[in-house]
């Protein structure tokens, strides 16, 4: 959407800017420190493992942060992406959208209303999956229920 707003020569849509390219990704910020310590990249992730093995300081603080940015990452990200993204999409942006289409000549702005709609599809679909893995926790579940029972099919 972003990228078709600034090719065009029109300013449209660059009141937007901030929000779609800016607010709405501050989940990210808690997301890179979670990152780090994934198991994908090794020497990180063995590391934290190693200092929590040995019970020190580090280990604790450490994952302690990575705990606390695990809850960061979903709360932001459900607040703007699952919750202000549509409030903003489709309050203001949408009609402001449907204003520039009918007083312009050109695709640009339906291109805009349809990525618009996919970004929000996108978003939907993975605000569902985190309230979904937030659900399980609460529950006390650790998630995947059918390695559960290949482990104990094995025992």
């Not at 994908?40 to 280990?59: C, D, I, R, T, V």
């Not at 559960?148 to 025992?155: G, I, L």
Request: overall charge negative; charged content about 20%.
């Amino acid at each position: 959407v972003m990228g078709n707003l600034c090719l065009s020569e029109e300013p449209r849509g660059s009141y937007y800017a901030p929000f779609f390219l800016g607010l709405i990704e501050a989940s990210s910020i808690p997301l890179c420190y979670v990152d780090i310590f994934h198991p994908k990249h090794k020497y990180w992730y063995e590391f934290l493992q190693q200092e929590l093995k040995n019970k020190s300081a580090l280990g604790n603080v450490l994952n302690s942060i990575n705990e606390v940015a695990r809850i960061l990452f979903a709360l932001i990200f459900l607040a703007f992406r699952f919750v202000y993204f549509p409030l903003v999409a489709f309050s203001t942006c949408l009609p402001d959208f449907f204003k520039a289409a009918n007083a312009e000549v050109g695709s640009g702005t339906l291109w805009d209303i349809c990525t618009l709609y996919l970004v929000y599809g996108a978003s939907n679909v993975l605000g569902t999956i985190d309230i979904r893995q937030i659900a399980k926790m609460l529950q006390g579940g650790d998630g995947d229920k059918d390695s559960d029972k290949k482990k104990d099919k094995e025992s």
